[in-house]
């Protein structure tokens, strides 16, 4: 090769050879970083979820035995239901509330700085909710559980932007992955904390809620030892020596020039541009494709049937003879399961790629939702039917684990920018929410009416889904945020292209 080329292809030679030297897995401060983040963000999420499902009748008998004390009266049975279902569902109310505030904070307090504040919710939970039986006021827990719910909007929404930007391009990913991660092991940890054994016995309620604020505590710990994300602060806050400072600790010292120029050609991307609002991302016509496509994601996540199987699991478990009192470890084995293909599936997300993932992810749970319907609605022919079924709710959870439940996050951060994730964030997250508290509502009279057969709706859900994602939605891996965006303008200019070829076409034809 002569020597002038040589050069000039240098500087890329150079930049191969440093990636080749990269191990299989991020480095020990990278996965500190992502426990730091994820042990007080995601994974009181999935805690807070699981966790109110072991002290139902505890909860519910305080309540009785309040209202009788106070009133000298006993309380209707359909209105210890609705306040125990307010109890349930204020959760989702207070994570819509994050979802609107989390991007925003995000903007003006950094990431890591509004992961760290987001803790104040979570210990003002545990207190209200710790405080509630001693008080005697029913009316704490659902304060405590509105916090609650606020925490896990503001944690959804910025910790997987904090992990996205931390990471480096090849490692997205499985960096990614950490959200889903701390969900499934913050949903297994509830529900091995709510065990008899542990902290499931009637006196033990009051303190079971409120170890909400262990993690938090933890992250308060921890999480000021790593620094903020180097994408915010070069870009956002222009803080040169900042973002060195923090790719070295994060990336090492032989790695952060690369990650540092590739941080900077997003910068130049976005020269003159602001963090976008909401509002203003539905406006931008070029970003409609990514957001329409995040949406339905988003969406899809709430309403594919992972709810409904969890619905299910009871019935299905005493059908199979397990007795009552172990359906609650068996319903463990289910949160050990989701918990192992969101492991495995950060092991496999950059060899496979996203598009692989979570399209094969709901390939399989549509044929799920079709052998389920089939094992239900035989369920009385014979005997093995009640373990087939079984076998059919493992396997859904295992294909959404393995897809949708950790690939979703991933994508919402790569197929947007520096100054218009936030935006993105806010908006997927109040989709997700409202789609959580919609089937939440709903679902009920789904069964009511559909009984087994409401599973075909979820299969149609899934298989749609599919479809789009296989036809329109890039693979993402190893791509930069630069590159990903140039795929969808790219695909944009083609769409306008052909439009006005069309009315040229239809033009001329008058």
Same mark, same amino acid.
């Given at each position: 090769?002569?020597?002038?080329?040589?050069?000039?292809?240098?500087?890329?030679?150079?930049?191969?050879?440093?990636?080749?030297?990269?191990?299989? +897995?991020?480095?020990?401060?990278? !996965?500190?970083?992502?426990?730091? &983040? =994820? $042990?007080?963000?995601?994974? /009181?999420?999935? %805690?807070?979820?699981?966790?109110?499902?072991?002290?139902?009748?505890?909860?519910?008998?305080?309540?009785?035995?309040?209202?009788?004390?106070?009133?000298?009266?006993?309380?209707?049975?359909?209105?210890?239901?609705?306040?125990?279902?307010?109890?349930?569902?204020?959760?989702?109310?207070?994570?819509?509330?994050?979802?609107?505030?989390?991007?925003?904070?995000?903007?003006?307090?950094?990431?890591?700085?509004?992961?760290?504040?987001?803790?104040?919710?979570?210990?003002?939970?545990?207190?209200?909710?710790?405080?509630?039986?001693?008080?005697?006021?029913?009316? +704490?827990?659902?304060?405590?559980? !509105?916090?609650?719910?606020?925490? &896990? =909007? $503001?944690?959804?929404?910025? /910790?997987?932007? %904090?992990?996205?930007?931390?990471?480096?391009?090849?490692?997205?990913?499985?960096?990614?992955?950490?959200?889903?991660?701390?969900?499934?092991?913050?949903?297994?940890?509830?529900?091995?904390?709510?065990?008899?054994?542990?902290?499931?016995?009637?006196?033990?309620?009051?303190?079971?809620?409120?170890?909400?604020?262990?993690?938090?505590?933890?992250?308060?710990?921890?999480?000021?030892?790593?620094?903020?994300?180097?994408?915010?602060?070069?870009?956002?806050?222009?803080?040169?020596?900042?973002?060195?400072?923090?790719?070295?600790?994060?990336?090492?010292?032989?790695?952060?020039?690369?990650?540092?120029?590739?941080?900077?050609?997003?910068?130049?991307?976005?020269?003159?541009?602001?963090?976008?609002?909401?509002?203003?991302?539905?406006?931008?016509?070029?970003?409609?494709?990514?957001?329409?496509?995040?949406?339905?994601?988003?969406?899809?996540?709430?309403?594919?049937?992972?709810?409904?199987?969890?619905?299910?699991?009871?019935?299905?478990?005493?059908?199979?003879?397990?007795?009552?009192?172990?359906?609650?470890?068996?319903?463990?084995?289910?949160?050990?399961?989701?918990?192992?293909?969101?492991?495995?599936?950060?092991?496999?997300?950059?060899?496979?790629?996203?598009?692989?993932?979570?399209?094969?992810?709901?390939?399989?749970?549509?044929?799920?939702?079709?052998?389920?319907?089939?094992?239900?609605?035989?369920?009385?022919?014979?005997?093995?039917?009640?373990?087939?079924?079984?076998?059919?709710?493992?396997?859904?959870?295992?294909?959404?684990?393995?897809?949708?439940?950790?690939?979703?996050?991933?994508?919402?951060?790569?197929?947007?920018?520096?100054?218009?994730?936030?935006?993105?964030?806010?908006?997927?997250?109040?989709?997700?929410?409202?789609?959580?508290?919609?089937?939440?509502?709903?679902?009920?009279?789904?069964?009511?009416?559909?009984?087994?057969?409401?599973?075909?709706?979820?299969?149609?859900?899934?298989?749609?889904?599919?479809?789009?994602?296989?036809?329109?939605?890039?693979?993402?891996?190893?791509?930069?945020?630069?590159?990903?965006?140039?795929?969808?303008?790219?695909?944009?200019?083609?769409?306008?292209?052909?439009?006005?070829?069309?009315?040229?076409?239809?033009?001329?034809?008058?």
């Amino acid at each position: 090769m002569p020597r002038k080329n040589t050069d000039e292809y240098a500087p890329l030679l150079i930049k191969d050879h440093g990636a080749k030297r990269r191990s299989k +897995l991020p480095n020990g401060s990278l !996965l500190m970083a992502m426990f730091a &983040a =994820g $042990i007080g963000g995601t994974f /009181q999420y999935g %805690y807070n979820v699981s966790v109110i499902n072991a002290p139902t009748m505890f909860v519910q008998s305080f309540i009785n035995q309040t209202w009788q004390d106070r009133y000298q009266t006993e309380i209707s049975e359909k209105l210890v239901t609705f306040l125990w279902s307010v109890i349930v569902s204020v959760f989702t109310l207070g994570g819509l509330i994050g979802a609107l505030l989390g991007g925003t904070l995000s903007v003006k307090m950094g990431r890591k700085g509004t992961l760290l504040t987001n803790n104040a919710f979570a210990l003002l939970a545990a207190m209200f909710m710790g405080l509630s039986y001693p008080a005697g006021s029913f009316e +704490l827990i659902i304060v405590g559980r !509105l916090l609650s719910g606020v925490h &896990a =909007g $503001i944690s959804i929404c910025v /910790q997987p932007l %904090y992990l996205g930007e931390i990471a480096p391009t090849q490692y997205r990913g499985l960096m990614g992955m950490g959200t889903s991660i701390f969900i499934t092991v913050g949903i297994l940890t509830g529900q091995i904390m709510g065990l008899k054994e542990v902290l499931g016995k009637e006196e033990y309620w009051p303190l079971l809620l409120s170890t909400t604020c262990i993690p938090a505590i933890v992250q308060l710990v921890i999480l000021p030892f790593f620094p903020e994300s180097p994408r915010y602060l070069l870009i956002d806050r222009g803080d040169d020596e900042g973002c060195k400072k923090a790719l070295k600790q994060l990336h090492g010292a032989s790695h952060c020039d690369v990650e540092k120029e590739d941080i900077e050609k997003e910068r130049n991307n976005l020269l003159g541009f602001k963090a976008k609002k909401p509002w203003e991302l539905f406006a931008d016509r070029s970003m409609r494709l990514q957001l329409l496509t995040v949406m339905l994601l988003n969406s899809a996540q709430q309403l594919n049937g992972i709810n409904a199987i969890y619905f299910y699991a009871g019935y299905v478990f005493t059908e199979a003879g397990i007795a009552a009192d172990k359906i609650l470890y068996v319903t463990v084995g289910t949160g050990a399961c989701e918990c192992l293909t969101a492991l495995t599936c950060g092991l496999l997300i950059e060899s496979l790629g996203r598009r692989v993932l979570i399209t094969g992810g709901y390939v399989l749970m549509s044929i799920c939702c079709i052998l389920f319907t089939l094992t239900l609605t035989f369920s009385n022919v014979s005997p093995v039917f009640p373990y087939l079924s079984m076998v059919c709710i493992f396997a859904f959870i295992l294909s959404f684990g393995l897809g949708p439940g950790g690939v979703t996050n991933i994508l919402t951060t790569e197929l947007f920018t520096q100054t218009t994730r936030p935006a993105a964030y806010m908006i997927t997250g109040s989709v997700n929410w409202t789609s959580f508290f919609f089937i939440s509502l709903v679902f009920p009279f789904i069964v009511i009416g559909l009984q087994q057969y409401c599973f075909l709706v979820f299969m149609v859900i899934c298989t749609s889904v599919a479809l789009y994602i296989f036809f329109v939605v890039p693979e993402t891996k190893n791509k930069s945020f630069v590159e990903i965006q140039n795929h969808f303008k790219s695909s944009s200019r083609k769409g306008q292209t052909a439009d006005s070829s069309g009315a040229t076409l239809l033009a001329s034809s008058f």
